[in-house]
């Protein structure tokens, strides 16, 4: 089991920035590949961006067209923590931002379309224009 846990949510204006964190505790090393998701009232839940870290230390990002650009992924040193660093934000941006993480065969399957295992209960984004 994986358990993860989101913070850095809150509300800004329009333009302005926020950095998500993701800690995953638990059987971590089950997992290579993680992600972020959001789902705002009445929509579908939306693939953000996901990271892919190997075990020799290659990685690779994938995100929605709708972030490019403007958002970035990260896990410094592959550890147990996953970053979203979101620039220039826009109302569109607002929703219930999720963690989540899986174990992939191949690289090329973590993706924002992918099935993920394991969830984190949320945190809340507000973008006000």
């Known amino acids: 089991q994986v358990q993860l846990m989101e913070s850095g949510g809150g509300s800004v204006q329009a333009g302005g920035s926020l950095r998500l964190t993701c800690a995953a505790s638990?059987?971590?090393?089950?997992?290579?590949?993680m992600g972020w998701f959001r789902q705002a009232p009445g929509k579908e839940r939306e693939g953000v961006a996901t990271?892919?870290?190997?075990?020799?230390?290659?990685?690779?990002?994938d995100y929605s067209d709708s972030v490019k650009s403007r958002f970035t992924i990260s896990q410094p040193n592959a550890e147990d923590t996953v970053y979203l660093q979101m620039n220039n934000l826009k109302p569109e941006d607002t929703a219930m931002y999720y963690c989540?993480?899986?174990?992939?065969?191949?690289?090329?399957?973590?993706?924002?379309?992918?099935?993920?295992?394991?969830w984190g209960q949320g945190t809340q984004v507000t973008v006000s224009s």
């Open positions: 989540a993480s899986r174990r992939v065969p191949y690289m090329f399957l973590c993706t924002t379309s992918a099935d993920f295992d394991y």
């Open positions: 990271i892919y870290t190997g075990r020799t230390g290659t990685y690779a990002t």
């Open positions: 638990g059987a971590t090393r089950s997992s290579n590949c």
